[in-house]
DNA sequence: TGCGGATTAGCACGACCGTTCGTATCATCC
DNA sequence: GGATGATACGAACGGTCGTGCTAATCCGCA
């Protein structure tokens, strides 16, 4: 790996933890350079624009994301526990791959929403595979028996996707001490909602 | 009405309508003056620093979103149509407002989680209080029959709470044609879920 | 009609923004 | 070991930010 390469991720990941606190639009190449210890002027020869680092942290943050949580998610057994096993990597991801403001994803998807251009389309194109993954992930439990089969993989990652954020906004803004219980009860009452009812009538 | 506090009320509702977009920290001085054609500095004297401004739209944002959500909703009969009431008001209020970013609300609190002071305190007490309110609706649905009395409401007020932070971020980021469909789903599962599940064995 | 306070404008400031340019240092291969 | 390209630096540009002054203008009341 040539040293360019290495400065590069070293960047990367620093203006990851900026972004997930200040956002892609508080991250600042300034800023960034100070606390990287160099000069703005050699940090901005990596990338050519602010743009240009601001895709790239988003595409290094989607690396991560998949790295972290998805693919390890992928080796739990289908079904339900793959979704259970994705849902806990996923409640923790942030404070796993170190970034002290929460989820980047979150705090991107509100900031770019009417901010027209290409970070915005990159952002959402990684969302929508996401939001596909976890179709794919309740589609499995469906498929699998452990949910009904009237259940709508897409209605479904809608909710959990709802738990998510709210849980978000009840840690990191509210502060609330009880907001991990209730994230976690939420999600056992959509599972629950899912399940076969009683041990089938019509089986 | 004194000028200048009708001017100051047309500042913030200009201001409210750019933080929508932009968030608190994207609102600027400049161009908001820009926008209603006055100086910069003629605007900067109705308040004495940004931070004043910023707090001035939180409270006028909380005015606004009282009147047009919670107080027509509480004319409504107690219980769930009360709560009904609630979350289609609350689906519609950004727009009813003329907030072209959405809900303030949202932008807001995904801005300042990371952000001490005295703005991001005004923004969290707003939204403690809200919580509450939401917890209160839920709890009236279960004192009057309407849901089951093992409901917890706070536990409600966070899933509806996850159903609007879904459906904005599919409405306003990913710009999916059936986010409102799927909130609406996911508040009609919710609901249903809540309410006595058949002719009560136990009564 | 004219006075006085309330309201607005004009102008300047220091700080920081993204970006450019010329130059210096470093690693690498002949 | 000396040439060459990759990497980093320092200084500077035009622009915008929030904020502080001072002067002009407006409006309600005597």
Redesign the pocket.
């Known amino acids: 790996m040539?040293?360019?390469?290495l400065?590069r991720e070293r960047i990367l990941g620093q203006a990851m933890r900026i972004a997930s606190t200040d956002g892609l639009n508080g991250?600042?190449?300034?800023?960034l350079a100070d606390v990287l210890?160099?000069?703005?002027?050699?940090?901005?020869?990596?990338f050519?624009?602010?743009?240009e680092l601001q895709l790239q942290v988003l595409d290094a943050a989607a690396d991560r994301f998949r790295a972290t949580v998805v693919e390890p998610a992928l080796a739990a057994p289908g079904g339900e526990p793959r979704l259970r096993e994705l849902f806990n990597r996923w409640m923790t991801w942030a404070e796993a791959a170190g970034m002290p403001g929460g989820c980047v994803f979150v705090q991107a998807g509100v900031e770019l929403d009417d901010q027209e251009g290409p970070v915005r389309d990159r952002l959402v194109e990684s969302q929508r595979d996401w939001m596909e993954s976890l179709e794919l992930f309740a589609a499995g439990a469906v498929k699998r028996g452990h949910f009904r089969t009237d259940v709508d993989p897409a209605l479904f990652g809608f909710q959990l996707q709802g738990i998510m954020l709210a849980w978000h906004r009840a840690h990191r803004l509210l502060r609330d001490p009880d907001a991990t219980a209730r994230a976690r009860a939420a999600f056992e009452a959509l599972v629950a909602s899912a399940r076969p009812s009683i041990p089938q009538p019509g089986a």
């Open positions: 040539s040293k360019g390469t400065t991250l600042t190449i300034g800023g210890e160099m000069s703005k002027s050699g940090l901005f020869a990596h050519r624009s602010k743009e």
